[in-house]
Structures are given as structure tokens and as C-alpha cells.
């Protein structure tokens, strides 16, 4: 069964160091999602794409964050620089553009620790 | 605004009793209405979505959801609860005249506790 893949699983940083997290979205998925749950709360999305296309970036804090999508495939999410308040886990989805739906298929995320 | 709500932080339930996880919403037009469910240290998993048509949509793991339009409502239910489905659950809802914006507004999500 196809899944979204997420690396790595897990980070532990340092404030003010930079940390980027991968993800590779289920084969043929043209949207992907990056978002950002701290524990106990649920998601909060942080930037989607369309194929290479940012489609909303409203909530991505963007003096620090950046996103990448280059050849529309697979996705990269940065934070430099790391703060304390970034501990959280990311996660990254996918859905397909044929899914009007927007049934969207999750990766197992990434837990990040800033210390 | 658009907005969602699980009322209850934590359920907890007798193995093989029945369950029911509450979700309203508020939206501007017509919704999708989706549950997901995260286990610990996992990502969320898709359980049922309703789009259209029955007001009662089944979906993973024996779990069934019933749209109630007038309540703006959307309860995630199951008849006989198992101690494996204990995980967090969240609703979340989509204005289905978002165009290309496909964004989910989530609630804040429900621990459901089942006791052996």
C-alpha cells in the first residue's frame, strides 16, 4: 500500500541552529501538505502545495520557515532558526487532484525537540 | 468564520460498550466532513468521510459517523468499543465551494480512553 514518507522520524536541536525535514508523497498525489501539531492540539497547516505551486502559505511563519516543492514531487520544510516554541510534531499529507474530497493521506511524521 | 468543535477533551468507555465522539461545525456553505484518528507517535489515519447523500456514512475499523444538517452536526459513533481503538480523534470540515483550496479547518481533538 503506497504511504507517505517523512524523515527523519525524529530531530533534537539547538535554538538558533536550522533544521529541514523531507517529505515524499504518495505517487501521482499533485497536492501536498506541511503541518504542524503540538501535542495535544490538532494540525495546523502550515503551507500547502498544488504540484510546485504554493496554494496557501498564510499560516507558515515565513521570517524563519521556507518550503520547497522544486519538481512538484517530493518536499522539503526548513526552520532556521530553530526556537524553543518550534518543538512540535510536523506532518506532511498528500491527496490526489483527482480527490475532490480531499481525502488526505498522512506520513508518520517528524518530532522535533529544540532545546 | 469557519470553525470546528469537539466538545469533550477525553471519552472514556467500557470495552464493548458503545462509543460516540462529538463534532459540530460551522461553515459558510454545504461541508465535507471528515474523522481521522492518531495513534501515539503516528501520524493521523483516515476513518470515514461524508460528502453526500446517506446522513449515515460507515467507514474504517467498524466505525460510522451520522451527518445531522440541522444540528450541524457530524457524531463519530460505534457500537461495541475495543480496547485497540483508544487514540485520539479528530473531526475536521471543508467548504466544499473552496475551489482549488482544499484547506481542512480542524478541531482540536478527542482522546478516547476504552477500559478493559
Known amino acids: 500500500e503506497a504511504e507517505v514518507a517523512q524523515s527523519p522520524r525524529y530531530k533534537i536541536t539547538e535554538k538558533s541552529q536550522a533544521v529541514a525535514f523531507w517529505c515524499d508523497p504518495i505517487?501521482?498525489?499533485?497536492?501536498l501538505y506541511w503541518y504542524r501539531q503540538i501535542l495535544g492540539q490538532g494540525p495546523e497547516l502550515l503551507v500547502q502545495?498544488?504540484?510546485?505551486?504554493?496554494?496557501?502559505d498564510s499560516q507558515l511563519p515565513k521570517d524563519r520557515f521556507s518550503a520547497e516543492r522544486l519538481k512538484g514531487v517530493d518536499s522539503t520544510l526548513k526552520i532556521q532558526p530553530a526556537e524553543l516554541g518550534d518543538s512540535a510534531m510536523y506532518l506532511c499529507?498528500?491527496?490526489?487532484?483527482?480527490?475532490?474530497?480531499?481525502?488526505?493521506?498522512f506520513g508518520p511524521g517528524t518530532r522535533l525537540t529544540v532545546l | 468564520a469557519q470553525s470546528v468543535a469537539q466538545p469533550e477533551d477525553q471519552v472514556n468507555v467500557a470495552e464493548g460498550n458503545p462509543l460516540t465522539v462529538k463534532c459540530t461545525y460551522s461553515?459558510?456553505?454545504?461541508?465535507?466532513l471528515f474523522w481521522y484518528v492518531q495513534y501515539p507517535n503516528r501520524g493521523l489515519q483516515f476513518l470515514l468521510k461524508?460528502?453526500?447523500?446517506d446522513n449515515l456514512v460507515k467507514g474504517s475499523y467498524g466505525f460510522e459517523a451520522e451527518f445531522n444538517k440541522s444540528q450541524t452536526s457530524f457524531h463519530l459513533k460505534k457500537p461495541s468499543a475495543l480496547v485497540s481503538d483508544s487514540a485520539l480523534y479528530f473531526c475536521?470540515?471543508?467548504?466544499?465551494?473552496?475551489?482549488?483550496?482544499?484547506?481542512?479547518?480542524w478541531g482540536l481533538g478527542t482522546s478516547l480512553a476504552v477500559n478493559p
Open positions: 502545495f498544488q504540484d510546485e505551486s504554493v496554494v496557501d
Open positions: 499529507a498528500s491527496s490526489s487532484e483527482g480527490d475532490v474530497y480531499n481525502e488526505q493521506f
Open positions: 505517487s501521482g498525489h499533485a497536492t
Open positions: 461524508y460528502i453526500t447523500g
Open positions: 475536521a470540515v471543508r467548504d466544499r465551494n473552496a475551489g482549488n483550496n482544499r484547506k481542512l479547518i
Open positions: 461553515v459558510s456553505g454545504n461541508p465535507y
